[in-house]
């Protein structure tokens, strides 16, 4: 039988129990790894546990914004499967709203979530990697980090700031063995998507789905995002380090 492009790996991926987290676990398996998935949402994570029903997977109940719980996720993978080779940090969260109606409770919801929570668990499992001598962080941005949406200043903040930590990951763990790479995706038919659709539009912001087919040809699915985080944990990315990969079919282009 043909081996996986992941095979014997061990991987964390977070805001495992939906959308394109949800996706990744399913795609990652099926590549040969051992996954780890770290979730708020309870029901929807053990709901997949149930689904697959396999032994190389594990659902963790943790909120990925503090330090106490992605401590606790990284050790927990460390015992269960002896290592940490790949990091999917797919984790995140938006609120739509006119800038001068957000609150310091939004900016810190958002900061914590989209921006903490990656550099949370990225200080966590580089230990492991350097110890391995190899290891390969994935991380979710979004086209925001790069282009400006009326009424998300606080969400496209959030995403360029993830983008520039992974960067520099990259830059000063190149010699060390560990890659860091960036997804920064379109629209995408997740829970995430449909809700931020539905919030601009109230705003009167065209995110209808023709709109969406203007901007990027047609909404992006989950399993297309998944797909590149497999190509970027696996060696047949072995010289792709410090990359943003734009996942918009055209979006940032026009």
Known sequence: ???G???SRVAIITGAANGCGRAAVKMFLQEGAKVIGADIDAEAGKDLEQELGSPDFVFIEADVSKRAAVTGVA??????????????????????????EISDDDYDFILDNNARSVFLMTQAVLPEMLKQGKGAIVTTSSVSASTATPMEAVYCSSKAAVLQLTRAVAVEFRDQGVRANVICPG????????????????FGFPAT????????GRICEPEEVAGVAVFLASDESSFINGAELAVDNTFTAI
């Open 5 to 7: 492009r992941l095979e």
């Open 1 to 3: 039988m043909t081996k």
């Open 187 to 202: 629209f995408i038919k997740t829970r995430h998507g449909i809700l931020e659709m539905s919030q601009l539009r109230k």
């Open 209 to 216: 789905e023709d709109d969406i087919k203007a901007m990027q």
């Open 75 to 100: 050790e927990a993978t460390v015992e269960r499967f002896g290592r940490i080779d790949i990091l999917f940090n797919q984790a995140g969260t938006i609120i739509v709203k006119p800038f001068l």
